[in-house]
């Protein structure tokens, strides 16, 4: 008899990396090039959120200079259309505040250089940030130069 293996999260009370095992850092795209309609699979690039709720970032420094900043951006199948995950949907503007859609500016995370390198980087040292992405189908990280960051992404339900 065979046996059948999920290959949804259902629903998860705790962030699950969407760029597969615990400690994967995401690949991060150098520009939107890939996400152009005209674009040969660009259905497809970044990573699914699976119908998840939240989306957990995590920004590492790399690089002894400032790194430029990190662009989120989500993809929906129903509009079959990339566009930038905005900054208003981070938790921490929603705490108490305003929820409403007035086109706030895009969700970007930059992380300050360290001057350390990341094995004796502290804790302050990163940036996170938790954003409300409920309908967004993927998730994609635009950055110029994969050598200066490390993203980690995870998504949860709750």
């Known amino acids: ?15 699950k990396n969407i760029a597969g095992a615990p400690g994967t850092a995401v690949a ?4 939107t090039n890939n996400m152009l309609g005209s674009a040969s ?8 959120t699976e ?16 790194p430029a900043a990190l662009t989120i951006f989500g993809y929906c199948h ?9 900054g208003a949907q981070e938790l921490s503007d929603h705490v108490g505040g305003d929820a ?3 086109a706030p500016a895009a969700a970007t995370i930059t992380v300050a ?13 990163r940036e996170y940030r938790v954003y409300h992405i409920e309908g967004i189908d ?11 960051v490390d993203v980690f992404a995870a998504c949860s339900t709750f």
């Open 78 to 86: 129903a509009f079959e259309r990339w566009f930038e995950i905005s």
């Open 28 to 31: 991060l795209e150098a520009n």
């Open 1 to 15: 008899m065979a046996t059948f293996k999920h290959t949804s999260w259902g629903r998860t009370r705790g962030p």
């Open 138 to 148: 993927r998730v994609a990280f635009v950055h110029a130069d994969s050598t200066e």
């Open 113 to 125: 250089d360290s001057g350390r390198a990341v094995a004796s980087q502290v804790p302050s040292d």
């Open 51 to 66: 119908n998840q709720r939240y989306l957990h970032v995590l920004v590492t420094d790399l690089h002894d200079t400032a």
């Open 100 to 102: 409403s859609n007035d």
């Open 41 to 48: 699979g660009y259905k497809t690039v970044g990573y699914a």
